[in-house]
């Protein structure tokens, strides 16, 4: 019996008697005992969620920011690709919206007092938090977990950039593309320079031959020439 109705269940887990409650019984009452249920909103493991939405979020700025890096000390190997660089934009943008299906005072991430950086990063005020959990905990788990909400609209994009036609994809391919092009260039430069090697050692060698040759019909001439009537002692006149 649930407050005077019957309610019933092939097992020990009630999940239709209360709206998006589900009750796990443990044990059975002593006839006609009752007990008492009292449901309460999870306010820890709402606070460490969002907290944790904060950590995952700076932990991937942190990443894009050292991949694109461009100062007098360090470069990362992003630095100048402009996608990268894209992303990194417009996810900051898309923490930073209003989400208009919750109704009320908590429609952005700044309102629960987690707001950004001159870094782009996130920092969270834990007061405005527990605050904003205490005064409305529904609105403030709405403002993530709605279809235009910001864990949705972070996930959304993201999937976005990752899969498919995304821009992560797209640069991928065209960097291999790229890729198999210099080495296609490469294979095709080998080759013509393995041709133009081969030619040039061929002539080499027959130019080597024919200045053999002609070292050789030199000195046949000089020494046929000694034999020559009257070459010496004209060459001595």
């Known amino acids: ?10 097992n020990n887990v009630f999940s239709g008697a209360i709206s998006d409650v589900t009750i796990t019984v443990q044990k059975a009452n ?13 306010t820890a493991s709402t606070k460490k969620a969002i907290e944790d939405f904060v950590k995952a979020y700076n932990a991937t700025l942190d990443e894009l ?57 996130l920092e969270l005020k834990t007061s405005i938090l527990d605050s904003a959990i205490a005064t409305d905990i529904t609105k403030v788990i709405e403002l993530f977990s709605n279809t235009d909400g910001v864990a949705n609209k972070v996930k959304s994009f993201i999937d976005q950039q990752i899969t498919g036609n995304g821009v992560i994809p797209s640069r991928e391919e065209g960097i291999k593309n ?60």
């Open 65 to 121: 920011n050292k991949l694109t890096v461009n100062s007098e000390t360090e470069r990362g190997i992003l630095a100048t690709d402009s996608s990268t660089r894209s992303i990194i934009n417009k996810l900051r943008n898309t923490v930073s919206e209003t989400i208009s299906s919750v109704a009320g005072s908590f429609q952005s991430l700044a309102s629960l007092g987690v707001t950004s950086t001159k870094a782009g990063k």
């Open 30 to 42: 002593p006839l006609n005992e009752t007990s008492d249920l009292s449901i309460v909103s999870d």
């Open 178 to 237: 790229e890729l198999d092009r210099i080495f296609n260039e490469r294979q095709s430069l080998s080759l013509r320079t393995g041709k133009l090697e081969t030619r040039l050692r061929a002539q080499y060698a027959a130019l080597d031959g024919l200045v053999s040759a002609m070292n050789g019909t030199s000195t046949f001439i000089a020494q046929n020439l000694t034999r020559i009537p009257n070459y010496n002692s004209s060459k001595s006149k």
């Open 1 to 10: 019996m649930l407050d005077g109705s019957p309610v019933n269940s092939s």
